[in-house]
């Protein structure tokens, strides 16, 4: 069954550090990834997606994702963290259904 | 990308009562989901709300406790029947196409608390 993990429940980084959050896949088949972000009393909001092709994928608010075949993985990822980036971030995949499984979750915390 | 509005935003039941939770969309949509996101955890889904036919639930989730309705493309509600605290969660409407490709949108939850 397709399924993902979020190795870390709680990454801190400084504003401006780079920031990476964590996350494996397990699949057969083509893998089909995605990124969603959640920020407090909000819903989800989709950050970006691999489907094919470059295995690094750019998506909103500065954020991207890199997709490795032979770690399975596909962390993502922001060059310079701003404190406004605090929130819990998903990471899910599809699986043979075309249902979405989430991972458990990455809280994030970005401190001035 | 789709626009969707969840009523009630939150909710403070008492224990035994049932509550319907409504999902607009603001263009016609393929799939829509429900999802549930108990306190300080992932989401997991419900079941896949069917226009014209029954909902398809997810193991663990029946019918009798989580009666959905989806009478056109842009709408769909989800009862919580008979309540109990275990019920506490935050209620996500989510819609989709069909593809693997696509990913899919969120409203923007239902808070419920069951006393």
């Known amino acids: 069954a397709q399924s993902v993990a979020q190795p870390e429940d709680q990454v801190n980084v400084a504003e401006g550090n780079p920031l990476t959050v964590k996350c494996t896949y397990s699949?057969?088949?083509?893998?089909?990834l995605f990124w969603y972000v959640q920020y407090p009393n909000r819903g989800l909001q989709f950050l970006l997606k691999?489907?094919?092709?470059?295995?690094l994928v750019k998506g909103s608010y500065g954020f991207e994702a890199e997709f490795n075949k032979s770690q399975t993985s596909f962390h993502l990822k922001k060059p310079s963290a701003l404190v406004s980036d605090s929130a819990l971030y998903f990471c899910?995949?599809?699986?043979?259904?075309?249902?979405?499984?989430f991972g458990a979750g990455t809280r994030l915390t970005v401190k001035p | 990308s789709a626009v969707i509005s969840q009523k009630p935003s939150r909710d403070i039941c008492q224990r035994g009562t049932s509550l319907t939770i409504q999902c607009q969309v603001d263009?016609?949509?393929?799939?829509m989901f429900w999802y549930r996101q108990q306190p300080g955890q992932s989401l997991t889904l419900i079941a896949t709300?069917?226009?014209?036919?029954?909902?398809?639930?997810e193991s663990g989730f029946v019918i009798d406790k989580f009666p959905i309705s989806r009478p056109n493309l842009t709408f769909s509600t989800l009862t919580v029947s008979n309540m109990s605290p275990e019920d506490s969660s935050i209620y996500l409407c989510?819609?989709?196409?069909?593809?693997?490709?696509?990913?899919?949108?969120f409203g923007p939850g239902t808070r419920l608390t069951v006393l």
């Open positions: 699949v057969s088949g083509n893998p089909y």
């Open positions: 709300a069917n226009q014209g036919s029954e909902a398809t639930y």
């Open positions: 899910a995949v599809r699986d043979s259904r075309g249902d979405m499984r």
């Open positions: 989510s819609v989709g196409v069909t593809s693997s490709y696509n990913e899919q949108f």
């Open positions: 263009s016609q949509v393929t799939m």
């Open positions: 691999y489907i094919t092709g470059d295995n």
